[in-house]
């Protein structure tokens, strides 16, 4: 429907009075009240004046709504759908997207959480082409509980990856192939394989070589046809200890209460790199 989804001829508008002044001088399509937000043959989005508000309409949804106060009202319909974000982000002028199954705005140096449920407030500060997300109470971040987590590490797996890292040095950290992987498991396709399939691995010693196969090709970085063999890179431990780790968090951060959630109040930016092991 959308194809590439040009969004060209819509035009950033982020204060009450730009809006209002958008929708005053756009003509109706001939034989009804529709009046096209950017191109005329783009009626699925559309503008219009309902009383004090300006309301940018996309398809059956309104999802921006603004205010006289300079207030943004943004409603995603419950959906947050790819296109629903890109035309919202193109002109409020912020980074709204999906990332491990959330929807996040990237605003003010901060990726906040959002919820597609519910209406979302956004304000424009004094001087500014963008609007700001103002949430409600201070954003949430997930962060590993550390001490849990080496514990939990160090009772299920620490024979395991001892084994791991033996194989890696036997190795002296040559990268492991797709052909490796094959050898080992019958096929090359990492892809088929899924987190729980190798921590069951990793917890039953008569598995380690598949878990060490896996973990082994999803540590080694990318070899090219132009490398010679002193130019090709090696396995280093922290690639291993990072790809053990995703395994075990993919499974249990939850379950065994590895990742938590906490209210984020330093300021300034941060990624959350956790989020993704959460429901």
Sequence with gaps: MFGSLDLTSFPRIVRYSDAKRHEERIKPIRGSTLKPYGARTKKWLNI???????????HSTDIIKYKPDDTIIVN?????TSSTMKVV????????????????????GVEHPI?????????????????VYVP????????????LYHKFKKDHYAQFIKYVEGMRR???????????????????SHHTI???????????????????????????????????????????????????????????AEEAKLV???????????????SQYMP
């Design 115 to 131: 919820p597609v449920n519910k209406n979302l407030k956004f304000i424009v500060p004094s001087g500014s082409t963008v609007a």
């Design 170 to 188: 036997l190795r002296n950290g040559r990268v492991f192939t797709s052909d490796d992987l094959k050898a080992v498991l019958g096929h090359g």
């Design 260 to 274: 938590k959630a906490e209210e984020y109040t330093g300021g300034g930016i941060f990624r959350d790199e956790y």
């Design 194 to 252: 899924r987190d729980w399939e190798v921590d069951a691995w990793m917890r039953d010693q008569d598995s380690w070589g598949n878990a060490a196969a896996y973990i082994l090709y999803m540590s080694s970085p990318p070899v090219y046809s132009w490398m010679s063999e002193h130019q090709r890179p090696t396995i280093d431990a922290t690639y291993l200890t990072k790809s053990i780790k995703h395994v075990i968090l993919s499974v249990h």
């Design 48 to 58: 219009r004046q309902e009383g004090g508000d300006v309301v940018v309409r996309m």
């Design 136 to 147: 409600e109470g201070n954003p949430v971040r997930y962060v590993l509980d550390r001490k």
């Design 76 to 80: 995603f319909g419950g959906w947050g």
């Design 89 to 108: 982000g193109h002109i409020l002028g912020v980074s709204i997207g999906q990332r491990h199954r959330k929807v996040w705005c990237y605003s003010e």
